[in-house]
Every structure is written in C-alpha cells, then in structure tokens.
C-alpha cells in the first residue's frame, strides 16, 4: 500500500505470546507452541492501539490472562517502531531516487 501511495490510517501489527516456565514470552517458535503453555495471538492498530483480533489458542489459567495480553501489546508496539522505520527508510530512498532520475543524475 505504502508504494502504491495509498494513504493508511495506521498499521495492522500482531505478535503472539505464551507463557514459558512460567513467564510470558512474544513470538514463540514451533517448539514453544508445542510445549502446551497457555498462547494468545493479537492483532490491532499501533497507533491507536485499538484491538482487532484476539485469539486465544489454548486454556489460559487464571491470573495469566494479563500477563499474556501485556506482554502481547508490548511486542506490538516495538514490532510496529520497527514497522515505521523500515518504511521512512524505504520511502525516503524512493524519494531519493525519484529526484535523481528526474535530475538526471544515475546512481
């Protein structure tokens, strides 16, 4: 979208966690998810930080429910920092580009 020109009103942006040995942990891999632990994926807007997809993949036991959640929303917000800077970096040498292929200069 973002080279498309296509204006977004913000980013989609998800990260799942689970817990490990008793602790939350973001973006598990397959041998974590198969250990059995309690796992949630979330889905929302970065920016706004408004909730579009929770999804809870197994029981998740009393009192761990937040931590999940708080750890989730935290792996949202440095996935999405990363997302903002991939993207200025890329459209910053788009625009570079741009201006020397209109100048008529060659990279």
Do not use: W
């Not at 204006?7 to 939350?24: F, H, I, T, W, Y």
């Not at 949630?40 to 706004?48: K, S, W």
């Not at 999405?80 to 990279?107: I, P, Y």
């Amino acid at each position: 979208l973002a080279d498309a020109g296509i204006p977004m009103r913000d980013l989609v942006v998800s990260c799942s966690a689970g817990m490990l040995e008793r602790k939350p942990a973001v973006d598990l891999n397959r041998d974590e998810e198969m250990a059995g632990g309690a796992q949630i994926l979330l889905a929302a807007l970065a920016r706004e930080r408004q909730i579009t997809l929770l999804q809870v993949e197994s029981k998740v036991p009393q009192g761990q429910f937040q931590h999940l959640y708080e750890a989730a929303l935290a792996g949202i917000e440095a996935i999405a920092q990363e997302m903002r800077t991939c993207l200025l970096d890329h459209a910053a040498r788009g625009f570079s580009v741009r201006m020397s292929l209109r100048s008529g200069q060659k990279n």
